[in-house]
């Protein structure tokens, strides 16, 4: 019997969904790469201002106050002393800025003989994900003897 020319089987149009599937996989794992490195670069920018603040605070620990601090920590993020908010609380919770926002917040704490005082350097970033607000919220944190 003769099928006449067609043939059982035939795999066209395969290519272009196998194309597609990989396209699609690829594009995905691009932008999750290149999500990735935008917040690791923001992790890491937050994080350098905290440690030049905290060098501040060390080699000024006689005139350093909260206030200042949280003004040297903007400098180093925003450039402008005026462009990061400080943070607000609730208790003793830092409440995260408005997305794609960055915050600081500096508080000092005195310490008995062996502990010397402190002072804690705080920066939170609302970072978002794909335009998705409040989905991750990035922190960088560090403590400074001021002795």
């Given at each position: 019997?003769s099928?006449?020319?067609?043939?059982?089987?035939?795999?066209?149009?395969?290519?272009?969904?196998?194309?597609?599937?990989?396209?699609?996989?690829?594009?995905?794992?691009?932008?999750?790469i290149?999500?990735?490195?935008?917040?690791?670069?923001?992790?890491?920018?937050?994080?350098?201002?905290?440690?030049?603040?905290?060098?501040?605070?060390?080699?000024?620990?006689?005139?350093?106050?909260?206030?200042?601090?949280?003004?040297?920590?903007?400098?180093?993020?925003?450039?402008?002393a005026?462009?990061?908010?400080?943070?607000?609380?609730?208790?003793?919770?830092?409440?995260?800025?408005i997305?794609?926002n960055?915050?600081?917040?500096?508080?000092?704490?005195?310490?008995?003989?062996?502990?010397?005082?402190?002072?804690?350097?705080?920066?939170?970033?609302a970072?978002?994900?794909?335009?998705?607000?409040?989905?991750?919220?990035?922190?960088s944190?560090?403590?400074?003897?001021?002795?």
């Open positions: 019997m099928l006449n020319g067609r043939r059982c089987g035939t795999d066209e149009g395969a290519t272009a969904v196998e194309t597609a599937i990989v396209i699609s996989a690829l594009c995905t794992l691009i932008i999750g290149l999500e990735f490195g935008m917040a690791f670069w923001q992790w890491n920018t937050m994080l350098l201002a905290i440690e030049q603040t905290g060098r501040y605070a060390m080699i000024n620990n006689m005139s350093i106050t909260a206030t200042i601090a949280e003004q040297q920590m903007s400098l180093v993020i925003s450039g402008t005026s462009g990061t908010p400080v943070c607000t609380l609730t208790g003793t919770t830092i409440n995260p800025p997305a794609g960055v915050c600081v917040y500096a508080t000092t704490a005195t310490g008995t003989s062996p502990d010397p005082n402190t002072i804690l350097l705080t920066a939170v970033y970072y978002n994900v794909l335009g998705i607000s409040g989905m991750l919220t990035l922190t944190q560090g403590v400074f003897p001021l002795d």
